[in-house]
C-alpha cells in the first residue's frame, strides 16, 4: 500500500517496547491511516511523487491515551470541589447529572474532545450516560474513544431507567453496530458498569456475560475510595473478588482507579490479564489515595493513565498525570527510581493501549492507526537542545514539557489539531454551546 503522508522531525519517540528514541526520523501514514513506517530518514522506504510530505521541525510521538474520563463532565467543572467522594456524587453531582439532555452530553463531551486534542490526547475511554451523544461528539471533533455507556443503579438517577433497561440498550447498539464503526474505527463500544457499589452482584453478573458473548470491553469504578465500597468488602472480601466470582474477569475488563487493593487482589488482576486506569490527580483531589502503581507494574498488570472526570481532576490534561504518576510512586515507596521517565511516558501511550486490550493504538508501529502528535520545542524545556543524551531528552519531554507543547495533531492519519487549533469544528463554538449546556444543568 502506497504512502499517503510523510512526516519527518529531528526526533521521534515512537513508544515501542524498550522506550526508544529516533534520531533525524521519518514517520509514513499509508493510504488506510495507518503507520506504515517509524525510523531514520536514511532507511525509509521510498516515495511516491504524490505523497505528501511535512517536515515538523520538533518532536512526533504517539498520540496520548486517556484510560479513564467522564468528559461530558467539562459542564460540571468547579462544582463540590471541595467535598469527598461520595459527598461530592450523591450532593452534587448526580443532581446536576439527572438534569443533563443528549445535546448538553453532546456539548460537553465536544469540548471535552477539543480540550484533550489540544494537549495532545487522541483517545479516551469514556463511560458516561447518553452514548450516542458522546459518540457523536467524537466523531465530530475527530478524536477517538473507547465508549462505555454508564450501567448504574441508585435512586440519585432512578430517572434513568432500570440497569437492566441500560444493558439491553448497550446489547442491541453493539449487535447493530459492531464493538467498532466510523472512519478509522474511531468508536469502541462496551459496558460502563460503573462499580460495585452501585450495581447488585447479578447485575455485574449480567454485564460480564452479555460482553463476553460480544467480545466487548468492561469499564468499572474498582476501590477508588477507603468507604465507597466497604459492604462489598465486607461481603466479599474485597472487589476485584466480587467481580472474579462473578465471572466478570474472564473478559476484557479496564479496572478504573484501584487505589485499595492488596496483594492478593494485585495478584489476581495480574492472573487474568485485566487492565488498570491509574487515576493519580483526581484521587490526590479527592484524598482518595494513591494506588500502588509500581506494585501492579511489577506484576506484569497492564496499566494506562486516566484522569477521570473533569469536575474532580479538574482538567483533561494528560501530561499532568504523567508526572503525577511519577512523582507519586516515587513519594509513596521513598525511592526516586520507582518511576523513570520512560516509563511514565509509556503508560501514558503504549500502558494505555495495552491497559484497554488495544495493540493498534498507542505507538507508532507498522500496523498501528497513525495517531501522532507533534511537539514544538520552541519552548524553554528543550532551550538546551535536542542533542542530549536520549534519557535527558525524555527527562525533559516528561517533567519540563507539557502539554503547552503540543502544535498539531492527526488521527489516522489526518489532521485534526493545526497550530493548537481543532480542524473539524470551531473551538469558540464548541466553548459557546459547553457554557449555554452549563447554565441549563446549573438550572
Known amino acids: 500500500m502506497s504512502t499517503a503522508l510523510r512526516l519527518h522531525a529531528p526526533i521521534a519517540v515512537p513508544c515501542d517496547a524498550t522506550g526508544s528514541v529516533i534520531r533525524d526520523a521519518v514517520v509514513d501514514v499509508d493510504e488506510q491511516g495507518r503507520v506504515s513506517y517509524c525510523g531514520p530518514r536514511e532507511g525509509a522506504p521510498p516515495r511516491a511523487q504524490e505523497t505528501e510530505v511535512r517536515d515538523c521541525g520538533g518532536i512526533l510521538l504517539p498520540g496520548l491515551i486517556n484510560a479513564h474520563a467522564h468528559s461530558p463532565m467539562t459542564l460540571l467543572r468547579g462544582m463540590g470541589g471541595d467535598l ?42 469514556e463511560m458516561y450516560f447518553s452514548g450516542e451523544s458522546v459518540a457523536e461528539a467524537v466523531l465530530a471533533v475527530g478524536s477517538r474513544v473507547v465508549l462505555a455507556p454508564a450501567v448504574i443503579s441508585t435512586p440519585d438517577l432512578e430517572g434513568m431507567g432500570s440497569w437492566q ?11 447493530a453496530d459492531g464493538t467498532r464503526f466510523g472512519p478509522a474505527e474511531r468508536v469502541e463500544l ?40 466497604r459492604e462489598q ?49 483526581s484521587n490526590a483531589k479527592l484524598a482518595s489515595g494513591t494506588a500502588r502503581l509500581v506494585d501492579m507494574l511489577a506484576a506484569g498488570i497492564p496499566v494506562g493513565l486516566g484522569t477521570d472526570g473533569p469536575s474532580s481532576n479538574d482538567d483533561l490534561d494528560l501530561w499532568e498525570e504523567v508526572q503525577l504518576a511519577g512523582m507519586l510512586a516515587r513519594l509513596s515507596t521513598g525511592d526516586a527510581t520507582a518511576l523513570s521517565a520512560r516509563s511514565a511516558l509509556l503508560a501514558a501511550t503504549r500502558g494505555g493501549a495495552a491497559a484497554l ?87
Open 165 to 175: 433497561g441500560m444493558v439491553d440498550d448497550i446489547s442491541k447498539w453493539i449487535d
Open 233 to 281: 468488602r465486607e461481603k466479599f472480601g474485597s472487589v476485584p473478588a466480587l467481580l472474579d466470582e462473578v465471572g466478570m474477569l474472564d473478559g476484557r475488563v479496564l479496572a478504573a482507579h484501584c487505589v485499595h487493593l492488596s496483594d492478593a487482589d494485585i495478584a489476581l488482576f495480574a492472573s487474568k490479564g485485566t487492565g488498570i486506569a491509574h487515576c493519580p490527580g
Open 84 to 125: 469527598p467522594l461520595l459527598r461530592w456524587l450523591r450532593e452534587v453531582i448526580w443532581p446536576a447529572e439527572a438534569r443533563l439532555r443528549p445535546g448538553d452530553i453532546r456539548a460537553g463531551m465536544e469540548l471535552g474532545a477539543v480540550e484533550m486534542l489540544r494537549a495532545g490526547v487522541t483517545t479516551s475511554a
Open 357 to 443: 486490550h488495544r495493540d493498534d493504538i498507542g505507538a507508532l508501529e507498522p500496523g498501528r492507526w497513525a495517531d501522532i502528535v507533534h511537539l514544538d520545542v520552541d519552548n524553554p524545556a528543550f532551550a538546551t537542545g535536542l542533542d542530549t543524551p536520549d534519557e535527558q531528552l525524555l527527562s525533559n519531554l516528561v517533567w519540563a514539557a507539557g502539554s503547552r507543547c503540543v502544535r498539531d495533531v492527526w488521527v489516522a492519519g489526518t489532521e485534526v489539531l493545526h497550530d493548537r487549533e481543532p480542524t473539524r469544528v470551531d473551538r469558540r463554538a464548541v466553548q459557546a454551546a459547553a457554557r449555554t449546556a452549563s447554565q441549563h444543568v446549573r438550572g
Open 190 to 229: 462496551g459496558y460502563g458498569a460503573h462499580s460495585a457499589y452501585t450495581l447488585p452482584p447479578e447485575a455485574l453478573r449480567f454485564i460480564g456475560e452479555s460482553a463476553q458473548q460480544r467480545d466487548a470491553l468492561v469499564q468499572v469504578h474498582v476501590a477508588e475510595a477507603a468507604d465507597e465500597d
